[in-house]
């Protein structure tokens, strides 16, 4: 008994002692399963435990600029480079991407497939008065829908509002809700693959150039929060854009397909 004691007072005392970041983070990213993925082999190399925080994009941010992080992994560019502008973060890496989707009633009945444009997809959904649900979270994948209904010329404040439906919830919790009232909204493709309650649900719409979903990584400036663990941060930063991490993205996969794609420029 006493060296049973012994030895699990050490475990705590090591685990305690053990060095640890934290990681202001997009859900997509961690819905998807790539940390679950990825972390364990960079804890096992370094001994660092890294800590995610998923939020939506919005809230990432804003608690990155309250200093509660180390590490910022989301997927908004022009809310990054204020990030950076503003004096919050150090350097915005770019690590990797997916593509946005949009996603309905696999039977199509209004034929979205055939569409040329998200322009011509949105205008469907207005149009046909289609169910839609927006996140209406603030987070990376809102800001996109909000882009694309304006690069349509839509204004969402004047569409019926039973039928542009604000979820206010995450990715997961938006799309089981698409799946029980066999709506369409727009999701990452990496969330879309991991997610298990689609029902008769499909994706409709993808593969144009706006809907690109660039994922970049920045260290918090230590300037503005002198806590930040700045050394521990810029390691697992420089190590998602090396050959080792750029090639572990890769590998990630979910029967049989790739979430997302390593695109550093180093």
């Known amino acids: 008994m006493l060296k049973k004691i012994i030895f699990l007072f050490a475990i705590s005392n090591f685990t305690n002692a053990s060095e640890f970041l934290v990681v202001q983070s997009t859900t997509s990213t961690s819905d998807s399963g790539l940390y679950d993925f990825l972390l364990p082999i960079y ?6 435990d890294v800590r995610v925080v998923a939020v939506g994009t919005g809230q990432a941010i804003k608690n990155a600029k309250n200093g509660d ?8 560019e022009e809310d990054e480079k204020d990030f950076i502008l503003k ?18 009633p696999k039977s199509d009945p209004e034929n979205l497939k055939a569409k040329n444009s998200i322009k011509d997809v949105f205008n469907t959904i207005k149009i ?16 996109k829908e909000v882009s694309l209904w304006k690069s349509a010329q839509i204004e969402t404040s004047k569409l019926d509002q039973k039928y542009y439906i604000d979820a206010g919830r995450g990715m997961g919790a938006t799309l089981n809700m698409a ?14 693959l991991s997610f298990n309650n689609k029902q008769d ?37 420089n190590w998602l854009i090396s050959d080792e991490g750029q090639k572990l993205i890769s590998k990630y996969k979910i ?5 997302f794609f390593p695109n550093s420029s180093k």
């Open 43 to 48: 804890e096992k190399k370094t001994g660092i």
């Open 69 to 76: 992080g180390d590490l910022l992994i989301v997927h908004s």
């Open 87 to 104: 004096g919050y973060g150090v350097e915005r890496k770019e690590f990797m991407y997916n593509d946005f989707i949009i996603i309905g």
């Open 128 to 143: 046909k008065n289609l169910p839609f649900l927006t996140r209406g979270d603030n987070s990376g994948t809102h800001k």
């Open 179 to 192: 799946a029980s009232m066999d709506a369409y909204t727009i999701t990452d493709r990496g969330t879309w």
């Open 201 to 237: 649900l499909g994706v409709l719409f993808s593969g144009v150039p706006p809907l690109h979903n660039q994922y970049s990584v920045i260290v918090i400036n230590p300037e503005k929060h002198p806590h930040v663990k700045y050394e521990l941060a810029n390691n697992l930063s």
């Open 255 to 259: 029967m049989g397909q790739q979430l």
